[in-house]
């Protein structure tokens, strides 16, 4: 089993900046990756940004420039810094993380409970 606890959400002006944070323990060995997602009320769950073990990192096209996701492998977190927000940044933010087999087969998510960002002024 894994845990996550995301924290570092909040309210903040157009422009602005936040640092979430998602701070894995229990069986954090098996995690091959972590990602953050996002969800406005109506729409999907979209994919911000994702970092591998390796430190291969994706960001989605519509925050590139103005995210970066990192990890603190002592630590156990992977952070998402966000500048330049935009309103349409609003959104619940999760974090993911994918247990994977030593073989490459992905057999579980774990989801951490979520965290507020709102952009508005």
């Known amino acids: 089993q894994v845990q996550l606890v995301e924290s570092g959400g909040g309210l903040v002006q157009p422009g602005g900046s936040l640092r979430l944070s998602c701070a894995a323990s229990?069986?954090?060995?098996?995690?091959?990756?972590v990602g953050w997602y996002r969800q406005a009320p109506g729409k999907e769950r979209e994919l911000v940004a994702r970092?591998?073990?390796?430190?291969?990192?994706y960001t989605a096209d519509s925050v590139k420039g103005r995210f970066t996701i990192s990890r603190d492998n002592a630590k156990n977190t992977v952070y998402l810094q966000m500048n330049g927000l935009r309103p349409e940044d609003t959104a619940v933010y999760y974090c993911?993380?994918?247990?994977?087999?030593?073989?490459?087969?992905?057999?579980?998510?774990?989801r951490g409970q979520g965290t507020q960002v709102t952009v508005s002024s």
């Open positions: 993911n993380a994918e247990q994977w087999t030593a073989s490459g087969t992905r057999i579980n998510d774990y």
């Open positions: 970092i591998t073990t390796r430190g291969s990192a």
């Open positions: 229990g069986s954090v060995f098996t995690i091959a990756a």
